[in-house]
């Protein structure tokens, strides 16, 4: 029975074992916790430097910074010089960035996240978009009239006798599409006739194009993308009010609008294949068909150098919105010595807070060396 007892406290041996079980020392650069302390001179970005020693999803924030500066920062000069390398001149190599592609579901359109998206494409910040039909009317309807802040509350068959069309907490006025109808229509009819006069092959990355243009707006990601250059892909371009339109317009147009998906996906694929040298990084909002869409073309290249997920999915259910990075490391989506990030939480908070810390601080970086980002 002395045996069993610990010291003169008379303690049990086998509790105390259990309860005081000796530590390993950690690195010495390991980071402690410790949030930021209001008592000292505060604003973004010193609590937002905070983030990565605060814990919990506050650290999976700052380790996306960090991640998304990292495809800001790098170089192919940063990379060792092959005898057999294609870009050996250092000029060239200093000045060739990695290729981000930005992927983000139709609610965030609808939510004010459309004016932070819409910052990154007129700052050419990012190089690829890839959307859901939403994600494209959203931004052009908008442009015309307004959507406005409602309650996840409200009585779906009260809206319904209103006109009220409901997104999370956000009403919009289904006025707004009639007046995107009257908007389109005409567009589509010249696109038909440019298909048959012209031989004209549409696809829907050349249909958002020319849609950008013609809204001719400067609060439009569309538009900005058009003017910039910047694809936007939309393989379920049909899902959505945009649909609607084209399925109308085939009753008031003979022959009808053709719309090519599969030159489309030789053109999404080799945004990837074809990158070299430059590396490739992924910034995805959401989940769904843009997050598959844009892991998938990687694969293409035996997967993306970073990549940074914001979304509220989990992963029990087996879909790819859930997914976590890592699973993407098993189908050669993301390269295995990557460090990518998912941070879990609404992207309309998650993503303005990004941004000041990384794209932000990139057009500040760029003007003060005199480089136009627009």
């Known amino acids: 029975m002395a045996s069993e007892i610990n010291g003169d406290a008379g303690v049990p041996a086998a509790a105390s074992e259990a309860v005081l079980v000796p530590s390993e020392q950690l690195p010495e650069d390991a980071i402690q916790i410790r949030g930021h302390d209001f008592n000292d001179p505060s604003d973004i970005d010193s609590v937002m430097l905070s983030m990565l020693a605060t814990g919990l999803q506050a650290t999976a924030l700052g380790q996306a910074i960090n991640e998304v500066n990292r495809m800001l920062s790098w170089r192919l000069s940063q990379e060792p010089l092959l005898p057999d390398d294609k870009c050996p001149d250092p000029a060239q190599r200093a000045t060739t960035r990695c290729k981000i592609f930005l992927g983000y579901t139709s609610n965030l359109v609808s939510a004010g996240v459309r004016e932070h998206i819409r910052y990154l494409v007129q700052h050419r910040l990012v190089d690829v978009l890839v959307t859901t039909a939403g994600g494209i009317e959203e931004d052009l309807i908008k442009c015309m009239a307004p959507t406005y802040v409602g309650d996840f509350q409200l009585k779906g068959a009260d809206l319904r006798k209103r006109g009220l069309n409901r997104v999370g907490n956000m009403l919009v006025p289904n006025s707004n599409y009639c007046k995107f109808e009257d908007w389109v229509m005409p567009i589509l009819d010249a696109m038909v006739l440019e298909q048959e006069q012209n031989g004209t ?9 020319r849609l950008g243009m013609e809204i001719n707006h400067p609060d439009s990601i569309c538009y900005w993308a058009a003017k910039n250059k910047i694809p936007i892909f939309c393989p379920a371009l049909t899902d959505g009010s945009l649909g609607d339109m084209l399925y109308f317009h085939t009753y008031k147009s003979s022959p009808v609008l053709k719309i090519e998906i599969v030159e489309d996906i030789r053109l999404m694929n080799d945004q990837a294949l074809k990158a070299a040298p430059r590396k490739t990084g992924v910034l995805i909002l959401g ?88």
């Open 201 to 209: 092959s549409w696809t829907p990355s050349r249909v958002i194009e």
């Open 287 to 374: 989940g769904g068909v843009p997050k598959h869409h844009i892991c998938n073309a990687n694969l293409m290249k035996n997967g993306a150098d970073f990549a940074v997920y914001l979304n509220t999915a989990q992963e029990f259910d087996g879909s790819d919105s859930g997914a976590r990075p890592d699973e993407a490391v098993s189908w050669g989506k993301i390269r295995p010595e990557a460090t990518p990030v998912k941070v879990y939480g609404d992207a309309s908070i998650l993503f303005p807070l990004l941004i000041s810390q990384t794209f932000l601080k990139e057009v500040e970086k760029r003007g003060k060396e005199g480089k136009d980002s627009v």
